[in-house]
Every structure is written in C-alpha cells, then in structure tokens.
C-alpha cells in the first residue's frame, strides 16, 4: 500500500467509525468488504479513487434488483457487471450481499437462502477480503497479499469488457471468457448473442445470434483485425494484445490516455461497440461498431449471393443464379 491509498484507507475508516456511532445502518462506506460485512438497500462500496461503485441497482423499468458494478456519478447509470444475471431480488432492503466468513461473497434474498455465491473454495478463507478496483474489478484475495486473488469479476464478465479484462478460454479448465448482451434494457439475463474466441488455436472473434454465425472478426495482425481496418484509426486503445499459450488464448486491452475511460460493449441488438468519455465528461462517445454494415453479416444474402452495402437493394445473385423465391426476396428475405 502506497502512502496515498494508505492516507485514503485511514480516513475511510475514520469516516467508517463516524458512520457507525451516527447510523448502524451503514455497514460499508469504503472499498473494501471484510469477513462477516454485509450491504443491503441503497448501500454501496466505492472504489478506490471514487470511480466504480458496487450495489443494488434495478434496471430500465424492472422491478427487480440485482448487484451490478456501475461507474459512480454519472446520470445516466452505465453498469459494467451484473452478479446475479438469472437470480434478482425484488427486495433490496431485506436482501444482503454479505462477505462470508467461508471467503465468499455470497447474496441471501428474504429468505436468506443463498441466491448467488462467488463459488470459491479457497484455502485462506478466513483472511479473505473483497475489495473494488478502480478498473472496475472486483476481487476476493487475501487480506495481507493483493497478488493473492482468489475470485474476480473479470474472470465473469457480463457484457462489457473493460481495460485490463481479459477475453478468451483457458485450454486446461475449458473455462470461456465471452461478453453476453442483456436480454432487454430491463433485463440483465443474457441474450441470445454472444461473442467468443474461435477456440482452434486462432485469434478469430465469433458472434453467435444463438446457434448462427452472425458475425466474425477475421484474423488479428497483430494491430487490427483483417475485415475491421478501421481500427487501426482509433487511437484511443493501446496495447490489444492477443496472448495464446498452452494455457490458454486471451485478448486483453489498455487505455491509450489517462484522460479517459473506454469500454467494449456488446449491446442487446448484437453490435459490438466501443465507448469513450473524457474523465471530466458525463457523456460517452461511440467509436466504432462492428458489424458496420449489413454485408457484414454472416451470411445476410443467403447463398449463391453477393452483397453490395452501395446498392439499394443490397444484396446481388452471383451471375448464372436467380433468386429462389423472388417474392420474399423482394421483401428482403435472401436465405
Ligand atoms: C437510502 O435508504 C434510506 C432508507 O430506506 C433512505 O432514508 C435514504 O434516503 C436513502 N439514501 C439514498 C441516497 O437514496
Ligand atoms: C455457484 O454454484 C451453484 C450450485 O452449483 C450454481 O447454481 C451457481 O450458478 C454458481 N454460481 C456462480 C457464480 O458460478
Ligand atoms: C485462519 O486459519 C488458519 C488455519 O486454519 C489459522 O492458523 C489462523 O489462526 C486463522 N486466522 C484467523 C484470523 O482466524
Ligand atoms: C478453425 O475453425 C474454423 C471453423 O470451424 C475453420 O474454418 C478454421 O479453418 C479452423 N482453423 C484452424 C487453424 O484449425
Ligand atoms: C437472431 O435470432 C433470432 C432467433 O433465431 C431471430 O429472431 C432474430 O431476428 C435474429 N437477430 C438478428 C439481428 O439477426
Ligand atoms: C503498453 O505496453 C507497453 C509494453 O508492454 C507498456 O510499457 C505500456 O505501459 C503499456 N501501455 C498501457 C497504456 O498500458
Ligand atoms: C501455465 O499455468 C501454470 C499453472 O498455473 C503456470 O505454472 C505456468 O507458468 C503457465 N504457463 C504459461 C506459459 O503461462
Ligand atoms: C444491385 O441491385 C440490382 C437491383 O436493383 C440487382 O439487379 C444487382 O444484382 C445488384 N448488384 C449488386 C452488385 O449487388
């Protein structure tokens, strides 16, 4: 611990006892959950340097809660993680995340049955705590050693790959880094698409509509992808770096300014999409969106077919084939 978080520690917890004797009720007011610590209702854990925040959170017009990861301060709630995607609650005041003293972060609903749990079954339990990054991960690691992590959200990401995360699968566990949409703007289940690494040994993006192509990244260079030359434009990622060993095959991405966040979404309707916003911004600019254009598309024309994103009609038979049902083909079904 530098000086300066330590500086930071010792005034959260200072801050932490005022809280105490003023309202019981406030539980956590820093970034770090210790074993037998708990948060319900509107309570919430900040990062660090006051950048993410973890807590209930109810989406759109749901009238369900879930535990999400969003960044602090903004007024339109962008959340970058969703614990409990299948499992909501309809009560945050009677519902509690509660750091186990077993190293779990573990969900209890009103019945205080276990909803969700992180699952781990570390050796070092008792002197595990959580801890919010402010990169936006949040990890389980020992008290006394932050290489020591045990559990990461980075290793569950929801739909948002944020820099520093890693995308991909581990050859020995078969375990798959994929971003999965939100089912509706309302709904944080996952959606019907997916995008993952083709997992053959190369560095090609598939993005599943549910058993269907619908999109591939073609190969990395080593600086952008084959069908996304525009990549090579953005100057606002460095460092996309693919890394495959016998272990296992990763993407992984840095910020190209300290200005700046930046985020990789994959949106509900299956676009894949990168964001920017100024530090100092509250608004988040979109950069580039693959699938770009319709012809993109796996297969968009059926077969037999050219696809033409100039042509009105977009897509084209190949010379010597005609359209097999002329009249869906008119109504721009080409399969
Ligand atoms: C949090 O909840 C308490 C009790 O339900 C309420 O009094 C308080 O205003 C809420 N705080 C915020 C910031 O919403
Ligand atoms: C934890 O284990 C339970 C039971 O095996 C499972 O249903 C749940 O999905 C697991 N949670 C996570 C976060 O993997
Ligand atoms: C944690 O567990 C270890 C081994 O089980 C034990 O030696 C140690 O005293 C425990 N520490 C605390 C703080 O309970
Ligand atoms: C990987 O799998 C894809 C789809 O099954 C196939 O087209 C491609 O040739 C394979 N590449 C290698 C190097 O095996
Ligand atoms: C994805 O697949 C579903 C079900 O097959 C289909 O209804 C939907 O139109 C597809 N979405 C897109 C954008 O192609
Ligand atoms: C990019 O990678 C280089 C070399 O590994 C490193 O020196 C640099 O700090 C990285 N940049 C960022 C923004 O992470
Ligand atoms: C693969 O994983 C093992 C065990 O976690 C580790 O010791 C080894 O260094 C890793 N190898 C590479 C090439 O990363
Ligand atoms: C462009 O559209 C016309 C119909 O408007 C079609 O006959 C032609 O094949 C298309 N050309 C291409 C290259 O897709």
């Not at 005041?93 to 209890?108: C, K, R, V």
């Not at 990401?157 to 991909?168: E, F, H, K, M, S």
């Not at 083709?198 to 990395?220: A, D, K, P």
């Amino acid at each position: 611990m530098d000086i300066i978080s330590e500086n930071h520690f010792i005034s959260q917890s200072i801050m932490l006892l005022l809280c105490c004797t003023f309202s019981e009720y406030i539980s956590v007011a820093s970034s770090i959950f210790s074993p037998g610590q708990s948060l319900s209702g509107n309570q919430t854990i900040t990062s660090t340097g006051g950048i993410f925040e973890l807590g209930f959170f109810t989406p759109g017009n749901s009238q369900n809660y879930y535990i999400g990861i969003w960044y602090k301060n903004l007024p339109h709630q962008t959340v970058v993680w969703v614990a409990n995607r299948n499992q909501p609650v309809s009560d945050p005041i009677s519902s509690t995340l509660e750091l186990h003293a077993n190293g779990n972060l573990i969900l209890h609903g009103l019945s205080k049955l276990p909803i969700w749990s992180t699952n781990s079954t570390s050796e070092i339990a008792n002197s595990t705590i959580g801890m919010l990054l402010d990169s936006g991960n949040f990890v389980l690691r020992d008290a006394s050693d932050p290489s020591a992590v045990i559990w990461q959200s980075f290793d569950f990401p929801t739909d948002t790959c944020l820099p520093g995360a890693r995308l991909g699968y581990n050859k020995l566990t078969k375990e798959k880094l994929i971003l999965r949409p939100w089912r509706t703007s309302s709904d944080p289940a996952p959606g019907l698409f997916y995008l993952e690494l083709q997992q053959n040994g190369t560095s090609v993006w598939l993005l599943w509509n549910g058993s269907e192509t619908y999109w591939t990244s073609g190969y990395w260079t080593g600086k952008l992808f084959s069908i996304v030359p525009e990549m090579a434009e953005n100057n606002y990622i460095s460092n996309f770096t693919f890394a495959s060993n016998k272990n296992g095959s990763y993407f992984t991405y840095a910020d190209a300014s300290s200005n700046t966040f930046i985020r990789i979404m994959l949106e509900i309707t299956g676009q894949l999409k990168l964001f920017i916003r100024g530090k100092e911004f509250t608004q988040w600019t979109l950069t580039w969106m693959p699938p770009l254009e319709q012809c993109d598309v796996y297969g968009s024309c059926g077969a037999f077919s050219i696809c033409n994103q100039k042509n009105v009609s977009l897509c084209g038979c190949l010379q010597g084939f005609e359209p097999q049902v002329p009249k869906d083909w008119k109504l721009q079904d080409h399969k």
